[in-house]
């Protein structure tokens, strides 16, 4: 998989969950269309008149998850640009989206901004398969940010970690190692090592 793969599930998926934060330091969560997806960058667009576009223009920031019926997940986190010509690409994305032209019909449809998502990272993450399946990636100049756990030079090879792993991703060695793409990111193994050689990545 690659990163227009990925993002390809939210686009096929179409109606998910955009959030943002508002003036008072809030999440506030929404659902929205995936307008367009090429070259690993999302497209999509909203209203001048709502708090999503103030927000958007704010801070920049957004974070977008999706799930489809096979029980895989997208999580995007990044940077969203605004893009100039606005008629150009209001046109192109309500060719893609005819429903569009229900909600915004005739020229009602310029009040519509389009934004692009091109920047940050994206996660894939399939709780279909057994055991799970993750994988990350990163949009233009986003850098991957490690998540979960790691065990330490500290590790005595109880196994105590690989006992409580839920998905069974912890296997033998000196010290025992973590498979991070089957990892859950639940913590049992470090709440369950003796001597607390399990560190979080990335700290």
């Not at 850098?143 to 030079?153: D, R, V």
């Not at 105590?160 to 792993?165: A, G, P, Q, V, Y």
């Amino acid at each position: 998989m690659n990163v227009q793969e990925c993002l390809q599930i939210l686009r096929d998926v179409k109606d998910v969950a955009f959030s943002t934060v508002d003036e008072h330091g809030f999440p506030q969560v929404r659902v929205i269309d995936v307008m367009l997806v090429e070259k690993g960058r999302l497209y999509f667009c909203t209203a001048r008149g709502k708090d999503f576009y103030r927000q958007l223009m704010a801070s920049g920031r957004v974070a977008v998850v999706g799930m489809n019926s096979e029980y895989q997940m997208v999580r995007v986190t990044g940077r969203v640009r605004k893009l100039s010509e606005q008629k150009l690409w209001i046109d192109r994305i309500f060719e893609e989206n005819s429903s569009m032209k229900d909600v915004y019909p005739k020229e009602s449809r310029y009040i519509l901004e389009p934004f692009c998502l091109d920047e940050g990272q994206a996660e894939f993450f399939d709780l279909g398969k057994s055991p799970i399946y993750r994988e990350s990636f990163s949009l233009g100049e986003g850098k991957i940010e490690l998540k979960g756990f790691t065990i330490t030079e500290g590790c005595i090879g109880c196994g105590e970690c690989r006992k409580n792993c839920p998905q069974q991703c912890i296997e033998e060695g000196s010290p025992f190692a973590i498979r991070q793409e089957n990892c859950l990111h639940c913590g049992l193994c470090q709440e369950n090592c003796p001597v607390q050689a399990i560190e979080r990545r990335g700290e």
